[in-house]
């Protein structure tokens, strides 16, 4: 058995690297649209949490003792320099060549594994598959805001189904993380994959229903867009209020960004 989602994760971090690849160090540290977080620091931050992610695997209580050394130095000097530090003060291409080099042994570990068995992380354990699809998530999403710095269109492909599906199954969760009750079944989906094929998802009520590029979805629920800023059309309260607050990521309540704030054209 071949876990499929763990080359999509090696694919997509490839896909950033070769933006990445020859950058000058200035570049490196030009602000983002996301949080002005740098590429130095957007490439820290996946580098840390992958080597994180793959400890569950390997070594959980290695993962534990790692999480402990974060949330102290966290505490005492922010996270930024927290996930510098842990992955040795890295930056530029030596960044890119360690990060690369740490995360196609790790999906190669990760392909072996039963996509079932249960994982520690930070928050409740999980299953191998959702580790590393939230690890694919991760990079895509957080590598959109280095695409747009560097004004180069990426080029997607199906395995975003894989973040369209976290988006499907994180519905509730928009609710649940603001300490509420979703107020009506997920809207019916029907979205044009990048290979033009089709996807729906939930059942069609006739009032609540989500239309478009699967792309632009997933750039919602993952909050590298605003939805107005998508080709998407939304129809119905329930659908509107969801694609206004969608949250497929863990951790506290986010604000999507407003309307424009991550447009590529800003960049």
């Not at 400890?55 to 922010?78: H, K, M, S, Y």
């Not at 409740?124 to 957080?142: K, N, V």
């Not at 997920?186 to 006739?206: F, I, Q, R």
Request: proline fraction near 7%; glycine fraction near 8%.
């Amino acid at each position: 058995m071949t876990m499929q989602q763990a080359y999509d994760f090696r694919d997509e971090s490839d896909a950033l690297a070769t933006v990445l690849e020859g950058r000058s160090e200035a570049e490196w540290n030009r602000p983002t649209l996301f949080k002005d977080w740098t590429a130095n620091d957007v490439i820290r931050h996946l580098h840390h949490w992958n080597r994180a992610a793959d400890l569950t695997l390997t070594d959980p209580d290695g993962f534990q003792d790692l999480l402990r050394e974060f949330r102290e130095r966290q505490a005492a000097v922010g996270r930024g320099a927290a996930e510098a530090a842990m992955v040795g003060g890295l930056g530029g291409q030596a960044l890119l060549d360690d990060w690369r080099g740490f995360y196609h042994p790790m999906a190669e570990r990760w392909a072996a594994v039963d996509p079932r068995r249960r994982v520690p992380w930070v928050g409740p354990d999980m299953s191998a598959r959702s580790s590393i699809t939230a690890r694919l998530m991760e990079t895509w999403s957080h590598g959109q805001a280095i695409f747009d710095l560097f004004r180069v269109e990426r080029e997607e492909h199906d395995r975003i189904r894989n973040v369209v599906v976290l988006g499907v199954n994180t519905f509730g969760w928009t609710w649940a993380v603001r300490e509420r009750e979703a107020p009506g079944p997920m809207p019916h989906l029907k979205l044009t994959a990048p290979s033009g094929a089709v996807w729906e998802y939930g059942e069609d009520d006739g009032e609540n229903r989500i239309e478009g590029p699967a792309v632009a979805f997933a750039q919602v629920v993952a909050q590298t867009r605003n939805v107005a800023d998508t080709g998407l059309r939304v129809t119905g309260p329930v659908a509107a209020e969801w694609m206004a607050n969608a949250q497929c990521f863990a951790g506290p309540p986010e604000t999507p960004p407003p309307p424009g704030a991550r447009h590529p054209a800003r960049a």
